[in-house]
């Protein structure tokens, strides 16, 4: 069994959870079944030139001839797509496709239907107005992708035309990373029978602190990530309640500015290495997001560390959090009052424990074995 993994990296200043997942996927395959088994193939926004992109995003026959090549020459039997857009397009799909191969796609995001790919909107809320019409120009007037109007026309048109000549097609099998995200792509039109459920997987170390204090939010500062909200909160607790914030954002300044205060201590964008030392010596992980997701890494890495996770119920969260078993979730206008209950939490240390074994579920060694079983499965290995 051979297999070519293929990622359109974001930038290298701007890395996220698609890039880690992918890095630790190809790692971790090549591991059980070898570096001559597991091929790949990546690009990087870093190189995108936007006046070649304006001719290029509509079909890649650059890509389309490379990775066809690959699967060629290396009698590939199965390709595995995780970012494809903007640079590789789904001419990806399409060569794996034309010479034989069996086609994946993990959704990272919800971008086949909504070009910001998180059905969200600042001052709006979620949105799923581009999913209701086949021609939505909801998306171009609202600025969604990164919030230009040129950038979003084209992105939209891009999408319109690949469901116009049907390149999805190619894809025989959609990973789904949650639950939450299998029932909603299955309302969003892709047939049940396509849709695998495979959570994304993480390599942890289990590393627990004996003394944790304070609470953490990691993630971009932006509207959807619920930060003001949660600054919000904080501003009417005293002191000893301690928020540490990481992560940077057009907003961080006034962030700044506006809760200027003891207990809340911004850090700003951190390393992953410093981030994750912040998580372990935490009491708990704060997840303010607005967002849907599609999973929920830094959930599984807090409870990795043995540090429960509070969050706005909201999609994917319902997934990892247990209400009082190994965090806690609520509504948004509820946090306070959860907060304040989480302090002196007289079954903390049980949290904590529960939080540990629902990150094992999530551990490389498990989850990477069952999508090797899921691959043999799809190219019909008998055991």
Known sequence: MKILIIHNKYQSNNIGGEDIVYENELLFLQKKLGCENVYSYEVSNDDINKFKLLFEIWFSKKHYKKVRAIVKENRIDLVHVHNFFPLLTPSVFKAAKDEGAKVIHTLHNYRLWCISGILYRDNYGICELCTQKKFSFAGILNRCYRKSLLQSLVAQV?????????????????????????????????NEQKIILKS????????????????????????????????????????????????GGEIEEDLQKEFNQKNIIFKGKCSR????????????????????????????????????????????????????????LCAVDDLEEVIKKSYDFAKYEELSKNAIKTAKLYENDCVIANQIEIYKNILGYKA
């Open 158 to 190: 891009s999408f319109w035309f690949y469901r116009f000549t049907k390149v999805f097609d190619n894809i025989d099998y959609f990973f789904a990373l949650t639950n939450f995200q299998k029932a909603k792509v299955k309302s969003l039109g892709i």
């Open 200 to 247: 994304n997987s993480l390599s942890m170390a289990f590393d627990v602190q004996k003394e944790k204090n304070g609470y953490i939010y990691v993630g971009r500062l932006e509207e959807s990530k619920g930060i003001y909200e949660l600054l919000k909160v904080w501003k009417s607790l005293d002191e000893r309640f301690v928020l540490t914030v990481i992560g």
């Open 273 to 328: 290495d410093m981030t994750l030392s912040y998580i372990s010596k935490s009491k708990y992980l704060i997840q303010s997001s607005f967002l849907y997701e599609t999973f929920g890494l830094t959930i599984i890495e807090a409870m990795s560390f043995g540090v429960p996770v509070i969050g706005f119920d909201i999609g994917t969260r319902g997934d990892f959090i247990k209400e009082g078993e190994n965090g806690f």
